[in-house]
């Protein structure tokens, strides 16, 4: 069995970008979004369990998340999410080799990889932006109501 | 089941959820806009609209395939988070044991609330 090595960098770094970049930072973002979305999606089926009471024990269940602090943090969630899902897709996309572009010789001024993949970066950082805009609009209507 | 065939799973859960749960955010957090154009029942978490979902087979069979996909994609993104923190192989078993039986538990109980309440025809709005 191949040794593994040690991570002498342990939380450090997962927080540190070091020389990496945005990217880096994406990475530790992608982390912390996945680690939170755990752990609301947890409670999530605790509390959706809820149903099996029918819609008094629903609805008893429902007027104790009334306050805004809860509708913030479902908000906190749906960002999340939206960052999570499309800078996975990005992810998926990379792992397969896909709009990464070819290999070739090392000629100066250098395009390293991260650079060629920096436009994919940027756009998919856009379409969770416009998410994440669409939710708080809906979100805006829906507390102004 | 080899590591690479668990990473492949990872992935192909990751885009079940993607589908699934952008379709669930979708449901629930752009009602009011949806609404606006005529599509949509406006809030979402109204117990005559969650009861209404959850008694469609088609919500609960999506419900059941979401909290799997999700639930694996999790834990063993949760998983691989603590293997980079160089465990040693004692405490690598006790966190795969934790993850898997987290992970089983969580599935089960909402999957038996999933088709209990689909079940449940006499709360028919």
């Known amino acids: ?145 | 089941m080899r590591e690479s065939k668990l990473w492949f799973w990872h992935i192909t859960a990751a885009i079940a959820v993607v589908v699934l749960l952008g379709m669930h955010m979708g449901i629930m957090h752009v009602g009011e806009i949806l609404s606006f154009v005529g599509i949509g029942a406006g809030d979402a978490v109204k117990s005559a609209n969650v009861f209404h979902r959850s008694q469609q087979a088609f919500f609960m069979a999506t419900y059941i395939l979401l909290l799997g996909a999700a639930l694996f994609h999790g834990f063993y993104g949760l998983r691989s988070m603590l293997f980079e923190l160089s465990l040693s192989s004692g405490l690598e078993k006790a966190v795969s044991g934790i993850c898997a039986v987290a992970g089983i538990g969580l599935f089960l109980y909402g999957s038996y609330a999933a088709i209990y309440v689909f079940r449940m025809k006499e709360v028919l709005p």
């Open chain 1, 1 to 145: 069995m191949q040794k593994r090595l040690k991570n002498n960098l342990g939380l450090g770094g997962w927080l540190s970008g070091g020389r990496y970049g945005i990217e880096r930072y994406a990475y530790t973002l992608h982390r912390i979004t996945g680690l939170g979305i755990l752990l609301y999606f947890i409670m999530h089926i605790i509390v959706t369990g809820s149903r099996m009471g029918g819609p008094e024990a629903w609805e008893s269940m429902m007027a104790s998340f009334e306050k805004p602090i809860f509708k913030l943090g479902e908000f906190m969630i749906f960002i999340a999410f939206a960052f999570h899902g499309i800078n996975g897709i990005r992810l998926i996309l990379v792992e397969l080799g896909a709009m990464i572009g070819k290999p070739g010789l090392p000629s100066f001024p250098y395009n390293y990889s991260t650079l060629r993949q920096r436009p994919l970066f940027v756009a998919v950082m856009v379409v969770a932006a416009v998410i994440i805009l669409i939710g708080g609009t809906d979100l805006y209507f829906l507390v102004m109501k």
